[in-house]
């Protein structure tokens, strides 16, 4: 890699970090800010970073951030939130994320000609998962009802999880009978042992720390390492084994998050070190700085030689991913619930694609499918957009969503989307 690109990446980690707090409630997100310094010095712009010649580097760099974060959402998750955030997540999650996937499928279809008929069903199945990330300011502002905040996070929070198995299972069609493994031995290996491997992973990490930690014998500083290194192990193995070292991350944290929240009273370990949130800070702040650094390399060697190939169809089919493939199902998983159009229409509009599909896309293009470059084109092309529109979008229509909601609760006071006003908001 280029020195003067590893200085420049630094450069805007050190100034993101000084000025983090005042850009928050402006239209430039964090992704926003590192994928246009990374479009600045790729190949379109000073041309300091080159995808070709690093590819390890990219690819080493967006699956370590998505490792990390898929083990610490998971492990963030708790059944109680799923009750509480009451009908939310679960229809957003069991009905919203099929039908979005099912629906972008179709929509490809006459779009992206190039495709086959897997290939398509990768692109929904990819462009399906949200990122909380592109959009905080309308995940977190306060203004906003806890409701629609909770759920929006939980639905983020496990629906690149979810979506795993289809991807790995449509890949798997996709590149059958062109030497890779076919459907049934990748459900053995991707789903089974990949599932397996991550539950052992998991618990055994979870009951090693509670072991330690009634007995006092490990250190605040290093109890985080010790947490890091479970979903790397879980990956690793699970690669060994010829599985998804995604789904055995994803697995270990919701293994490790149930586990380690169980732990006995009587063991003397004070709450909040029992508390997976609090024992997957680190894990959860390093894949934090690894996906905004994947953003800067999003922009330069993907985005950017994406932008180069350019079609009316790719722009078209990514914004119809963003808007009508995702608002849609939001309407259709929430009918009946009694959340007025307003609301669906600020949960169906803040769908961000992040990077969960960003490493989808490139792992579906290391598989040399045959329609593999214009797959990623799109997916580069949509996950762009979105950097762009959710992030600007989202102190705006916060603000004016929490006014409306205000304004409405004054004559309304039984409003659905007040349901947990006198609970806890969820972080």
Known sequence: MNGW????????????????????ST???????????GLAIGP????????????????ALLESALVLLLFADAAGIRARDLRREEFLPLRLLAVGLPVTMALGWLVAWPLLPGLGVWELALVGIILAPTDAALGQQAFSNKRVPPLIRGGLTVESGLNDGLALPFFVLALAAAGE???????????????????AIGVAAG??????????LARGWSS????????LVVPVIAYALCSMGAGSGFIGAWVAGLAFGIHLRRTPADLGIRPQDSDPAQSTRFTERLGLLLASLSFLVFGAVILGPALEHLTWRIVVYALLSLTIVRILPVALALAGTGLRPASVAYIGWFGPRGLASLVFGLLALEEHLPGGTLLSEVIAVTVGLSIILHGASAP???????????????????LRENALAHHDAPP
């Open 203 to 212: 618990w055994s990490g979870a009951s090693l720390l509670r072991w330690s």
């Open 177 to 195: 009978g062109q030497g890779y493994p076919g459907v049934a031995e990748t459900f053995l290996r991707a789903l089974l042992l990949s599932g």
């Open 396 to 414: 705006f229509l916060g603000n004016r969503y929490g006014a409306w909601f205000t304004r409405t609760l004054r004559g309304t006071p039984d």
């Open 220 to 227: 605040s500083d290093w109890r985080q390492f010790l947490v």
């Open 5 to 24: 690109a590893v200085v420049v990446a630094g450069g805007v980690v050190v100034g993101y970090g000084a000025l983090s707090r005042r850009l928050s």
């Open 27 to 37: 239209v430039f997100s964090g992704p926003m800010v590192f994928m246009l310094f």
């Open 44 to 59: 379109l712009g000073l041309d300091l970073l080159d995808g070709a010649k690093d590819p390890e580097v990219t690819r």
